[in-house]
């Protein structure tokens, strides 16, 4: 997304606008927010974008191995009470299965494991729809 080949969770975040693509960007609210007040381009936080746009509801896609994000946007989440307009998940099966143990409350889409043996099941004739 921003021709640089790294992971995101090795920059700090005040590093991120250094080699921020915008052309690349397809952050639904780029153009809008990203001029904040002191001129900077910045990614908003997502505390930032829970604030902002309070009926808005989000997908939120854990990479795998982000078990500790987690907890922290489950916080911002209960905190802004965004609860019931957020749908989360991942395509891993271990990292979907702990969004369900932190907030069931919260509606999340199936990892790829689920989604095949939910197709699968759908082929061979035990699913009814």
């Known amino acids: 997304m ?7 969770s090795e ?5 991120i606008p ?6 690349k960007l ?5 153009a809008e927010y990203n001029k904040r007040s002191d001129d900077s381009d910045q990614i908003p936080l997502f505390e930032d974008v829970l604030k902002r746009y ?3 509801p ?3 896609d854990f ?32 990292t979907t299965m702990r969004l ?8 999340r889409f199936v990892s790829r494991q689920e989604f095949f043996s939910i197709m699968f099941l759908y082929y061979i004739g035990l699913l009814p729809f």
């Open 2 to 8: 921003t021709g640089v080949d790294a992971s995101i």
């Open 11 to 15: 920059y700090n975040y005040e590093d």
């Open 18 to 23: 250094k080699f921020l693509d915008k052309t």
């Open 26 to 30: 397809s952050f639904a609210v780029n």
């Open 54 to 56: 309070p009926d808005t």
């Open 58 to 60: 989000f997908n939120v």
């Open 63 to 94: 990479k795998e191995g982000q078990i500790d994000l987690i907890e922290e946007a489950n916080k911002l989440i209960k905190k802004y009470n965004h609860q019931d307009k957020i749908i989360w998940g991942s395509f891993s099966k271990e």
């Open 100 to 107: 369900k143990t932190v907030n069931p409350d919260i509606s």
